[in-house]
Structure formats: structure tokens, C-alpha cells
């Protein structure tokens, strides 16, 4: 796969790949071919099955420094409908298996929400995480209130959406937003070791189980669960449920095959 604004590397014997955005001089900023590309790669990857878990990193400086500001400038609301940007990130979401965000560095704007949007934050010492749209008049548009908020909970989303301060990786981790923070010489090593050990699981019930989770974010407690349960079940359907079990009453190491 080869594109102008990210970097794809394939792992295959790990089971893993590894998406680096690439445009440094600009910090990372999301412009709609960037996007596209990473859509592209994301429902690539997603097809196949030798890929298991996905790592989206930047670099040291800047993970992502948002929406690319220059190229929205002089956009009216007409020219954003029709562009629909925002249809692109979807594919993100889609993204059945998992995917693990690895930020160094300025995490802003839509960057803070593209890592957001993945499903594990790991973070350098030098993070800065930041919705500063409301520094040059705007808000956030792809899911910073929402997934912010949820993650943060409303005070300190309120305070990060309306000032646009930002917060380092430790007291993202303190607030809920990132699971682990690293040195920064180590936070892509941290990011890929985490990637491989879901990778060694039954990718069947991985794809079950981040569903399921999800589900947590856009239904009731009664439809999650009763979604869960039937996840649940279905993870009966597959030949890595028998081998997990039967592995773990043979005491060793289950071999999962995806099937
Ligand atoms: N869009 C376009 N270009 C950007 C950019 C962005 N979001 N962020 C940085 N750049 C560019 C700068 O224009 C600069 O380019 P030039 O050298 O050509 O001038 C280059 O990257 C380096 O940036 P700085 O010189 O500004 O670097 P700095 O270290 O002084 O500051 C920064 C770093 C604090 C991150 C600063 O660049 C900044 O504030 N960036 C904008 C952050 C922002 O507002 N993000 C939200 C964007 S809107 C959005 O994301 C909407 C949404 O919800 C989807």
C-alpha cells in the first residue's frame, strides 16, 4: 500500500500493522487526502486476516495537530456539506478490529479526536492533548464533545472545549482518556508490545468483544447487555473458543486461528 500522507507497514508474522501519519512539516495536520488515505488503509487492513491488531502512531513531535486549518479557512457550510469530511472518519469507527492510537507530542483539535476515536490511547511523557478549536472560532466537529466528555467526564471536558487548554499524557491517564504513559523513547515499543498480545488472541471474540464494548457508548444498559450476551454466545460458534478451552483444561498455550 502505497500512499502520499501515511506510511503502512504490514506485520504479518505478528499479526499486526502499523499506520504512521506522515506529514511532519505540518505536524500531522489531518487534511482530506490524509484522511482518505488512512480510510483506505484502515478498510484494507481491516479485510485482512493475517492483521490483527492495528497501531495508528504520528511521530515524536506531533501525533496529529487537528483538521488541516489552511485548507478549511475559507470553506462556507455548503462546501463542508458537500465535502462531508466527516463521512471519511467514519470508516474509523467502522474498523472491526482493534486499533491502538501511540501519540507523542501535540495531540489537538481533530488529532485528539482521531486518537479518541481509536480504541486505546498509549501516550509519550510529551503528549499534549488539546481541543483548541475554540482558539480560532470553531468547535470540535468529529466527536470531541462527545467522546471527550464520556471519557473525561463534563467538568473537564467543559474546561479543555471551552478555554482550549491543554492536559499532558499523566493527567490524560489520571482522567480516564489513555491507558498507559511511557517515556518517550519507548511509547511506539509499548504501543506495538500491547498490539501483539491481543494479536495472539481469538481474533473471533476480539471483534465480539470491542463491539460489545462500544456498545456501551451508544445504547442503554439493558440493549448493551442483552448485545453483550448474544456476542457472548456467538463466540461459541468458533473453533478458537474450543481451543482456547480445551488449551487452558490441557495446560498450554492456545494456538487461535481465527476461525
Ligand atoms: N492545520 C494546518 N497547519 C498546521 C496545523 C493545523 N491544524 N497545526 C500546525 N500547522 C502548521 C503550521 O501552520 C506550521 O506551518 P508553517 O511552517 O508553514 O507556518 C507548522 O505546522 C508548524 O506549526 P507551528 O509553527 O505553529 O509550531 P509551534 O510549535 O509554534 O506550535 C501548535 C504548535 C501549538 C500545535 C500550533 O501549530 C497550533 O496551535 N496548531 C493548531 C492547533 C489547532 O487549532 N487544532 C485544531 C484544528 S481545527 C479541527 O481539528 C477541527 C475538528 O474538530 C476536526
Not at 469530511?85 to 507530542?105: C, L, M, N
Not at 480516564?176 to 523513547?185: A, D, F, I, T, W
Not at 450476551?229 to 488449551?247: I, L, P, V
Request: glycine content about 8%.
Amino acid at each position: 500500500m502505497e500512499f502520499q500522507f501515511i506510511l503502512v507497514e504490514p506485520n504479518y508474522a505478528a499479526n499486526i500493522a502499523l499506520i504512521s501519519l506522515n506529514r511532519p512539516k505540518e505536524l500531522n495536520a489531518l487534511n482530506l487526502q490524509l484522511m482518505l488515505e488512512l480510510k483506505q488503509a484502515l478498510a484494507e487492513l481491516d479485510g485482512q486476516d493475517e492483521v490483527r491488531c492495528i497501531v495508528i502512531t504520528g511521530n515524536e513531535q506531533a501525533f496529529a495537530a487537528g483538521a488541516d486549518i489552511k485548507q478549511m479557512e475559507s470553506k462556507n457550510p455548503i462546501d463542508l456539506l458537500k465535502i462531508d469530511q466527516f463521512e471519511t472518519w467514519d470508516q474509523i469507527r467502522k474498523t472491526k478490529k482493534p486499533i491502538i492510537a501511540a501519540v507523542s507530542g501535540f495531540c489537538l483539535g481533530g488529532g485528539c479526536e482521531l486518537a479518541m476515536t481509536c480504541d486505546m490511547i498509549i501516550a509519550s511523557e510529551t503528549a499534549k492533548f488539546g481541543q483548541p478549536e475554540i482558539k480560532i472560532g470553531i468547535m470540535p466537529g468529529a466527536g470531541g464533545t462527545q467522546r471527550l466528555t464520556r471519557a473525561v467526564g463534563k467538568a473537564l471536558a467543559m474546561e479543555m472545549v471551552l478555554t482550549g487548554k491543554f492536559i499532558s499524557g499523566e493527567e490524560a491517564q489520571k482522567a480516564g482518556l489513555v491507558n498507559k504513559v511511557v517515556p518517550v523513547e519507548v511509547y511506539l515499543d509499548e504501543a506495538v508490545k500491547l498490539a501483539k498480545e491481543i494479536a495472539q488472541l481469538s481474533p473471533i471474540a476480539v471483534r465480539l468483544a470491542k463491539e460489545s464494548v462500544l456498545k456501551a457508548f451508544d445504547s442503554g444498559l439493558q440493549e448493551g447487555l442483552f448485545f453483550e450476551r448474544k456476542n457472548f454466545y456467538m463466540c461459541f460458534a468458533s473453533e478458537d473458543q474450543k481451543e482456547g478451552m480445551s488449551a487452558f483444561v490441557e495446560k498450554r498455550k492456545p494456538d487461535f486461528k481465527g476461525k
